[in-house]
Nanobody, 120 residues
């Protein structure tokens, strides 16, 4: 069955960096837009970034200039490099194919279980 697996989360001090990975199985990313979003318990989902099938990228204002999304189609993996992390970046991070976010709610065609990022 289709699976998206996020990895790379962890605990880091403010100002530090992490790189998240999103790897798909039984599903080929190559022809899909893939996005990252995050959620804090009892708070709304926040869209972070999307990379289109053609490689174009978009970012939320809150992460622009600090986060970089990229994809390696050969590895069927999408990455999110995060630099200059802040305490407010603490959240559970998810990737999803064909991600759509609106009014604090995010949904994708496929999505993973998330990886926790904690910035102190």
């Amino acid at each position: 069955h289709v699976q998206l697996v996020e990895s790379g989360g962890g605990s880091v001090q403010a100002g530090g960096s992490l790189t998240l990975s999103c790897t798909a199985s039984e599903f080929t990313f190559e022809d899909s837009d893939v996005g990252w979003y995050r959620q804090v318990p009892d708070f709304e989902c926040e869209w972070i970034s999307t990379i289109s099938a053609d490689g174009s990228t978009t970012y939320a204002d809150s992460v622009k200039g600090r986060f970089t999304i990229s994809r390696d189609n050969a590895k069927n993996t999408v990455y999110l490099q995060m630099h200059s992390l802040r305490s407010e970046d603490t959240a559970l991070y998810y990737c999803a194919s064909d991600l759509y976010c609106s009014n604090g709610y995010c949904v994708g065609h496929y999505w993973g279980q998330g990886t926790q990022v904690t910035v102190s």
